[in-house]
């Protein structure tokens, strides 16, 4: 998200997601549904490619702040990110959906690494220490940190309430 929209605190607008080959009826979720879930979610998906192609998902734990997505990697996904910088993130919470698309940076600096450590540290409950552009964990793991700078935001209620699918796009930085 651009500097002047978060200056700004403008939100998303949602308007109807085409999905399943049609565009969704309505009603669409307002924002702060999505916003809400995105910040209460315990664990996410992050999906990205390896350098052949191939898709790589796998769990881990992230803050939704400054209207962001910050997560920390230990994994290959890392290294893809390098090659591919385009992600998704879906959530796992019950059957609602919430699907961000955009772009990962790597996080460099401790201000804004910070972000990611104080919130898993109110989130989780699990400490993290930040030094030389990492996170490392009170037993001996270190691992680069990363957001993801949504440009499009899909989500609907339940796994059948397709009709509220919902698409909110955000401004390329």
């Not at 605190?9 to 999505?34: D, L, V």
């Not at 192609?53 to 734990?61: A, D, I, K, Q």
């Not at 400490?127 to 964990?137: A, I, K, P, Q, Y």
Request: aromatic letters at 12%; charged letters at 20%.
């Amino acid at each position: 998200m651009t500097a002047e929209v978060l200056d700004n605190k403008e939100k998303p607008t949602g308007t109807p997601a085409f999905i399943f080959r049609q565009t969704a009826p309505g009603p669409t979720q307002p924002w702060s549904w999505a916003e809400n879930l995105l910040k209460s979610a315990a664990t996410y998906w992050l999906v990205t490619t390896s350098p052949d192609g191939h898709p790589h998902s796998r769990p881990l734990w992230g803050v939704w702040e400054q209207d962001t997505f910050w997560f920390s990697s230990q994994n290959r996904s890392g290294e893809f990110l390098k090659v591919n910088p385009r992600a998704s993130v879906n959530l796992q919470v019950g059957e609602d959906v919430v699907m961000i698309e955009g772009s990962c940076s790597r996080v460099l600096g401790n201000d804004d690494i910070n972000v990611l450590a104080e919130g898993v540290g109110v989130k989780y409950d699990w400490e993290l220490t930040v030094s030389e552009d990492r996170v490392h964990t009170r037993f001996g793991q270190s691992a680069p940190v990363f957001r993801l700078n949504p440009e499009r935001v899909y989500g609907w209620a339940g796994i059948a309430g397709w009709e509220s699918a919902t698409r909110w796009d955000f401004p390329r930085s």
